[in-house]
């Protein structure tokens, strides 16, 4: 929560002359920006420690953010340009790094995606996680760098220091995501590019309306077990809050189906995904709640075949830091032809081709 200080507005000799009643006293702003605490760090943190040490159980879970990881790099592929020095922020276990050392999907004769990238930079702020693969062969084919943050929301970089920034699926965890993204903005290089990934929007909502619903039924209330996410509709407005231009934002569902509601949560816990809201009840989901949402789960969205589908929404974001060599759009009024025109000459080739 943001701290108020008082100060007194009033010069201190013409405050020594006002009787003690009469000075008035006004609340103002302490220095920094207000954060409001969503997410615990310290949790998140041991989640995403105690998930890593299990190291087995924690690749068997990384289908989701390979896959996502995959579909960022593509994103990164489409610029035509080199990228000397890259961060990955909340680099998890470094899939971004993984998925760069595979043949691109359009030409897998081409080599590796790693040509692209020069230096990538993985920073996380959990040490087991960022070093479970470091002994993996991708290591040898990309040079990655591990940095290990003391938080996740403060970036120790200097002003333009990267050619490009990426985050695959650590973003929805931030508390204070304006002051991240104007960070990020801060250490690109002018005409560089932010490419992000985020859970967002409706994600699992199969699991989230069955736990309500469940705990609706068995306490007659309901309590904070799945994390808020932001919306797709917010984000271009966060980017460009943060100073960013020539801005994309588009959303990609990956379904997932599951035997039962349990493999779900078992895998969100290995992936260290698990709820880590402040707010939490304390001792998880009781088991009456569990059995009962594995029942309305299973009749609101379950598959014919007998699975569970689980939705995680991506919102994918790109946006470039300003500079003087970006292309700008015309002035208004000073285009060849009148768009309107064109679109009424189009609706009547239309109405004359069905005639």
């Known amino acids: 929560m943001a701290t108020l200080s008082v100060r007194a507005f009033i010069p201190p000799l013409a405050r020594r002359c006002l009787p003690r009643q009469s000075v008035r006293r006004y609340a103002v702003q302490a220095p920094g920006a207000p954060t409001l605490e969503i997410?615990?760090?310290q949790?998140?943190?041991?989640?995403?420690?105690?998930?890593?040490?299990?190291?087995?159980?924690?690749?068997?879970?990384?289908?989701?953010?390979?896959?996502?990881?995959?579909?960022?790099?593509e994103r990164l592929l489409d610029i035509n340009r080199h990228f000397p020095n890259v961060l990955d922020l909340g680099a998890n276990a470094c899939n971004i790094a993984r998925m760069l050392t595979l043949p691109s999907?359009?030409?897998?004769d081409a080599g590796p995606r790693a040509q692209r990238v020069g230096k990538l930079t993985a920073a996380d702020s959990s040490e087991t996680l960022l070093y479970r693969d470091a002994s993996l062969p991708f290591n040898s084919e990309i040079d990655v760098h591990r940095h290990v943050l003391s938080t996740s929301e403060t970036l120790p970089y200097e002003a333009n220091s990267f050619d490009a920034v990426l985050s695959?699926?650590?973003?929805?965890?931030?508390?204070?995501?304006?002051?991240?993204?104007?960070?990020?903005?801060?250490?690109?290089?002018?005409?560089?590019?932010?490419?992000?990934?985020?859970?967002?929007?409706?994600s699992l909502f199969e699991l989230r309306t069955s736990l309500q619903?469940?705990?609706?039924?068995?306490?007659?209330?309901?309590?904070?077990?799945?994390?808020?996410?932001?919306?797709?509709?917010?984000?271009?407005?966060?980017?460009?809050?943060?100073?960013?231009?020539?801005?994309?934002?588009?959303?990609?569902?990956?379904?997932?189906?599951?035997?039962?509601?349990?493999?779900?949560?078992?895998?969100?816990?290995?992936?260290?995904?698990?709820?880590?809201?402040?707010?939490?009840?304390?001792?998880?989901?009781?088991?009456?709640?569990?059995?009962?949402?594995?029942?309305?789960?299973?009749a609101l969205h379950g598959n014919e075949d007998g699975s569970q589908p689980a939705t995680f929404r991506m919102i994918y974001m790109i946006g470039w830091k300003p500079s003087p060599k970006q292309a700008k759009p015309l002035e208004r009024g000073t285009g060849m032809f009148s768009i309107k025109d064109f679109l009424e000459k189009e609706g009547e080739k239309k109405r004359d081709g069905k005639e």
């Open 39 to 41: 997410f615990s760090h």
């Open 43 to 73: 949790h998140k943190w041991m989640q995403k420690e105690r998930a890593a040490r299990n190291a087995g159980a924690s690749r068997d879970v990384d289908y989701l953010r390979d896959e996502v990881a995959s579909r960022l790099c």
């Open 105 to 108: 999907l359009d030409s897998p």
């Open 168 to 202: 695959s699926l650590s973003l929805h965890w931030i508390n204070d995501l304006p002051s991240v993204l104007a960070q990020v903005n801060n250490i690109l290089k002018p005409d560089s590019p932010f490419i992000g990934v985020m859970m967002g929007g409706d």
């Open 213 to 298: 619903l469940a705990e609706l039924d068995r306490r007659g209330g309901v309590s904070t077990h799945t994390s808020p996410l932001a919306d797709v509709r917010d984000v271009g407005g966060l980017l460009q809050r943060a100073g960013f231009n020539l801005l994309t934002v588009d959303v990609d569902d990956i379904v997932v189906d599951f035997p039962d509601t349990f493999s779900l949560m078992k895998d969100l816990q290995a992936m260290g995904e698990s709820n880590a809201v402040i707010s939490r009840e304390k001792g998880g989901v009781q088991r009456d709640v569990l059995l009962a949402a594995e029942h309305i789960y299973r």
